[in-house]
């Protein structure tokens, strides 16, 4: 079984945002797909064909409290004498997380295996609750001219999209399918 997390933010406020990439993609990558709120994950969450597809309900910066209770619930967190979650467990084949990216130009995607946070709040949640770093990800560049000038980070990512990258993200987010 397969996990593939969506991040973003709930709520028609944060609709259409930078930092809502994640959920952006899983509908794009998804449009068939049938959410269904689990209050036991606090998330979202569909099936489709490998797995889950899951969107966080916890708000970017805990998203890693809806991830662990959606692996834990599966049982695909390798556990310490079936107890504890036995840390730097190499789950990058069991779970992808789909996230936007301050670092990377707008339009540019990479996937990273086994790596710090890069100070994206919602990638350090998931870090701090799953017990390792070693998990797949697919970071979707957010960064345009507007970043450049000096703006805070935290109300680039919040803004949305300007009509340039509105219409581009459909062909910018097909072609990461093939890495999931």
Same mark, same amino acid.
């Not at 990800?137 to 507007?146: A, D, I, Q, S, W």
């Given at each position: 079984m397969k996990v593939i997390v969506g991040l973003g933010n709930p709520g028609p406020e944060y609709q259409n945002t930078r930092h809502n990439l994640g959920f952006l993609a899983l509908d794009n990558l998804f449009p068939e797909a049938q959410y269904k709120e689990e209050k036991r994950f606090e998330a979202l969450v569909a099936k489709y064909p490998e797995g889950l597809l899951v969107k966080p309900l916890t708000f970017m910066n805990n998203s890693g409290r809806a991830v662990r209770k959606v692996l834990d619930y599966y049982g695909l967190i390798p556990k310490n004498f079936g107890l504890l979650a036995k840390k730097d467990s190499d789950l990058s084949d069991v779970l992808v997380v789909i996230q936007d990216d301050l670092d990377l130009d707008f339009g540019v995607t990479k996937i990273a295996k086994d790596s710090g946070s890069a100070g994206h709040n919602g990638i350090k949640s998931?870090?701090?609750h799953l017990k390792t770093q070693k998990i797949t990800? =697919?970071?979707?560049? =957010?960064?345009?001219?507007?970043f450049r000038n000096p703006i805070p980070a935290d109300k680039f990512v919040l803004a949305r999209f300007n009509a340039e990258e509105k219409s581009r993200l459909p062909e910018i987010l097909s072609e990461i399918r093939k890495n999931l």
């Open positions: 998931i870090i701090s990800r =697919v970071r979707l560049g =957010v960064k345009n001219e507007l």
